[in-house]
């Protein structure tokens, strides 16, 4: 991330900075690669690559772009666990409805 000001005591700003895998000029025609592309973890290539980089800060990035998955799976099955827990809630104040 790039973090700016326009001056003293201003407020600051940020821009995210994405590297591309060319020194020069982005080709023709290029589609740029998703960041899904470094969330696959049997790729060898890539660990050693941010290895080489020496950079904890983005390697500390790259583990938490590979828990992305497991975290939507984990919000799916507590929001999942939650709708059951809701319908037996509403279910028992229908009861408690008739009840009355």
Known sequence: MLLGAMGPG???YGRNLNALPFHTAEPQGFTPYT????????DPCIDRAVATLGD???TA???QLRLLPLWY??????S???G????CIDQEQWY???AK
Not at 35 to 42: C, E, M
Not at 73 to 78: I, K, N, S, W, Y
Not at 84 to 87: L, P
């Open 10 to 12: 201003e407020p600051m």
């Open 35 to 42: 960041f899904n592309v470094l969330a696959n973890p049997l």
């Open 56 to 58: 904890l800060g983005i």
């Open 61 to 63: 990035e790259i583990h």
């Open 73 to 78: 799976l984990d919000m799916a099955r507590q």
């Open 80 to 82: 999942a666990y939650l």
């Open 84 to 87: 059951r827990e809701r319908e």
């Open 96 to 98: 408690l409805h008739l």
